[in-house]
């Protein structure tokens, strides 16, 4: 796969909860090529790394929304026979998937981490050039708005 698909695998799996960027415990999983359980066990041994800005636990209204996103009746559960998961997901930021390296110390996870890593800032870049588009046009509005008020 090359590394532009990646980056938009990747950012398909990045969802707005509580101010943050995060990722699905699940998605991590998938990308590390680690069962969901597996992770988050390594988490729990290791939770003094993963404060709640780093990692946390959506909230049932939280697990609505994300069942909602990503379009499906049930949060996905690849460890999960049955279908659905008994838990609600873990969701970790940046921070948090940073920190993830240090638990799983793999090979593979250093190299997902890279392109996590690679695709975050990307994504600051992109609502960052938004942001200031947004601006650039507010500005030409307010600019020409006052030759139309003028005009008429």
Do not use: C, W
């Not at 638990?103 to 800032?121: C, H, W």
């Amino acid at each position: 796969m090359e590394k532009n698909q990646i980056h938009i695998e990747i950012s398909q799996k990045i969802f707005f909860i509580r101010g943050h960027k995060v990722m699905l415990d699940s998605d991590l999983a998938l990308l590390y090529e680690v069962k969901t359980k597996n992770l988050n066990k390594a988490v729990r041994r290791n939770i003094i790394r993963f404060p709640e800005d780093f990692m946390f636990q959506v909230t049932e209204k939280e697990g609505e929304f994300l069942r909602f996103q990503i379009g499906t009746s049930k949060i996905r559960a690849t460890d999960d026979e049955r279908g659905g998961r008994r838990y609600r997901p873990l969701v970790f930021t940046e921070q948090g998937v940073a920190m993830l390296s240090s638990v799983l110390k793999s090979e593979k996870a250093a190299l997902v981490n890279i392109e996590i890593m690679r695709t975050f800032v990307r994504l600051r870049q992109l609502l960052l050039s938004n942001k200031e588009l947004s601006e650039r046009l507010d500005e030409l509005e307010k600019k020409y708005d006052s030759q139309f008020k003028a005009v008429f």
